[in-house]
């Protein structure tokens, strides 16, 4: 998929989460999910795939598919938020509220999915 396919799926999406957030029946104490983000759709589950969804405080949204039963899937969210702290935002190019390209971040991601893939998630305690 290009850009612009992978930018409408993110602008869909978004779209889905805001409405979820206000027309969410049940309101968390303060609106917000235990990570502190707002409420909204965190995970959507069709069609034998999963689209996982975390939120930072600051509204950034990190978004991963996967086959059903794939485990981890928040602490990749996690930490692929780490990375992009680690490498996007130190990036004197990088615009906020652009599509992240840059090298290193890409690297790190594919890296880590890698790593993920091969069974070496640590367990968090």
């Known amino acids: 998929m290009g850009i612009n396919e992978w930018l ?3 602008s869909t999406f978004h779209s889905l989460y805001a409405i979820a957030a206000e027309a969410s029946p049940l309101k968390l104490p ?5 990570n502190g983000s ?3 759709i965190e ?3 069709a069609g034998g795939l999963i689209l996982r969804c975390f939120q930072t405080r600051t509204g950034v949204k990190f978004v991963i ?13 996690k930490e692929i938020y780490v990375l992009y702290a680690d490498c996007a935002l130190k990036d004197p190019f990088y615009e906020l509220e652009m599509p992240i390209r840059c090298e290193l971040f890409t690297q790190a991601v594919d890296n880590l999915i890698e790593r993920v893939e091969k069974g070496g998630v640590p367990r968090m305690r």
């Open 38 to 40: 707002d409420d909204g």
């Open 43 to 45: 995970q959507i589950q």
């Open 30 to 34: 303060g609106n917000k999910t235990s």
């Open 8 to 10: 409408r799926i993110g």
């Open 65 to 77: 598919t996967a086959e059903l039963g794939t485990a981890d899937m928040d602490y990749v969210l």
